[in-house]
Structures are given as C-alpha cells and as structure tokens.
C-alpha cells in the first residue's frame, strides 16, 4: 500500500511534536485525519474538532484508518490526576477506539520518563498509558516509543534552559547528579521522521527509546557544546539538593494558590537527580548534539 493510499489518524498535531509530524506525513504523500480543538483548514489535512477525552471523538477519529498515531499529553499540571486522566486514561481509550476501528497499527508516543514511574506523577502518568494501550490493544499491533529529551524552536518544555545557556548559564543539580547524569537529546525533526518511519517498519519487540547519541551527555559537555555553538561561554551553576528540594515545595504551593501549573515540582526534582536518561536506539542520520542545539538557538545554518 503506497502513502496516498493510506489514511493516519494522529492526536496532538497542533503541538510541538505534532507540527513536525504533521509535516513530515504530509510531505510524504498520506492523507492525514486530524485532532483538534478549534476549527482549522489546512491543505491535505482532514480535520476533526473534538477533544481526546471524548469516546465519541475518538471513534470517529479513528474510523477506516490505516494506522493511528498518539501524541497528545500533558506535560505539567496541578495535579497527578489530571495528568493521569489526560495521559494514562485517554492513551487507553485512544488504543481502544482504534482496536474498534480495526486499525492495523497503534503508535503511542510516550516518554523517557515512563521508564522510572516512581519519580514524578508526569513520569507515572506516561506508564500508565503504556499500560492502558497494552491492555486495549490485546494482539493487535502496537508501537510504544519513548522519546528523550525533544529540542526544537518553541517548544516549552525545554525553552529555560536554552534560553538560560544564551545568557551564558546553565543551571544544573549538584552533587552525584552534576557528575554521574547522562542525557539524551534529540531534534524534534529527527524524532517526528521516526515516529513516521514506523508506520511501516518491522514491528519491535518491545518498548522502543530511539536517541540520537546511544551514549548519552553529561551536564559538562552540553555546557561545553552549548558554549561552542554560541561561541561564548556557557557556565555551569550547580543547585545543591538540598536547595532544589524547599525551591520545588515552595513552588508548588504558590501555584496551587494561584491555581496555575509548573514544570518545576518535586517530582521534576527527583526526575533531575536521576542519573541516566539516556535512550537505547540510535536513530539513523539523526543530527548531534551540535546541530540540534543550532537549530534550537535559531542561529544561521546551512543545514
């Protein structure tokens, strides 16, 4: 079955990710079903209004597809409920629409964090829609795929410390996590042409958690290629623990008053005193650290 044959269901195209999907999918010639919340119309998209909760939303979304890609989530939010809800319960329900739909193929993309549920209510939130897929999907064919840390122009998540590392600073957990941590980072276009690329590859074995460098980098060499890239330095700032741990707390008991969300939580702390976030398979042709953090400045490129 060529591309123009085939019709891709996907949740979260508005999003970061998302965007450079969508790209992707339609620069390769398949007909994309759409979610969204508010009307859009875009050339080759078929776009559907509703929202992920929605069963309803979900079967429709889901209707005569080839394959069906997840990429809605949360990545902060007032509480672990809410976070459960939106990527624990509806992953399930989204698998489970699809099964009902007799979609050859289900993509949940999911998160490095969902290796380690302990740590974070965002990190238990991403298992448990690994689990609820699983559970809808029986034995039909699903791909879970675990991305590491996704940089790119506008993307929220990673933004303060890009912007942190242009001042010249990078803020960072003291102790063992300075020393011993090893990150993967990945280009959002290099991860939005894999996510794509398994829509006909050979169905893995198990959980996939594609990287651009297997090997990972230390807080030092991301300050160092930072600094080179930038051609001026970039400094470490190391935040002893104990610091971080009552600067999380406060944080979270501001937001709560305020009824606002944050990124920097206690759980985010312990996720940043973990020491390996490294992810298992090389993507192919992906781009290095240099490159990614380039294109995430916005700096002149010939690439």
Not at 15 to 24: D, E
Not at 119 to 126: G, R
Not at 246 to 256: D, G, H, K, L, Q
Not at 275 to 289: K, N
């Amino acid at each position: 079955m060529t591309a123009a044959e085939m019709t891709i269901s996907l949740t979260g195209a508005t999003g970061f990710i998302g965007r450079a999907l969508l790209k992707q999918l339609t620069t390769s010639g398949y007909r994309v079903r759409a979610l969204t919340r508010r009307p859009r119309s875009d050339p080759g998209i078929e776009w559907l209004v509703g929202d992920i909760e929605s069963e309803g939303t979900l079967r429709q979304l889901a209707a005569e597809s080839d394959v069906f890609i997840h990429l809605a989530g949360l990545t902060k939010a007032i509480t672990r409920a809410e976070l459960l809800k939106i990527n624990g319960t509806a992953a399930g329900r989204a698998a489970a629409a699809a099964t009902a739909a007799g979609t050859r193929r289900f993509i949940l993309v999911s998160s490095l964090a969902a290796r380690e549920p302990h740590l974070s209510n965002y990190a238990a939130s991403k298992r448990a829609g690994e689990d609820a897929a699983r559970a809808a999907r029986g034995q039909d064919e699903l791909v879970i795929i675990r991305p590491p840390a996704i940089i790119g122009p506008g993307d929220d998540a990673t933004a303060q410390m890009l912007g942190a590392m242009q001042a010249g600073w990078l803020p960072v957990p003291g102790g063992k996590a300075a020393k011993s941590t090893r990150l993967s980072f990945i280009y959002v276009d290099d991860i939005a042409r894999y996510i794509a690329d398994q829509i006909d590859a050979p169905l893995p074995a198990g959980t996939v958690e594609p990287t651009a460098e297997p090997a990972g980098t230390s807080w030092v060499e991301l300050a160092k290629t930072a600094s080179n890239v930038l051609s001026k330095p970039v400094r470490l700032v190391r935040i002893p623990p104990l610091l971080l741990k009552p600067s999380a707390a406060a944080m979270e008991t501001i937001c709560a008053v305020f009824g606002k969300s944050s990124f920097f939580n206690a759980g985010k702390v312990r996720e940043m005193l973990h020491t390996d976030w490294t992810g298992r398979v090389r993507i192919s042709d992906a781009r290095g650290l240099s490159e990614s953090l380039r294109l995430a400045f916005e700096l002149d490129t010939d690439v």
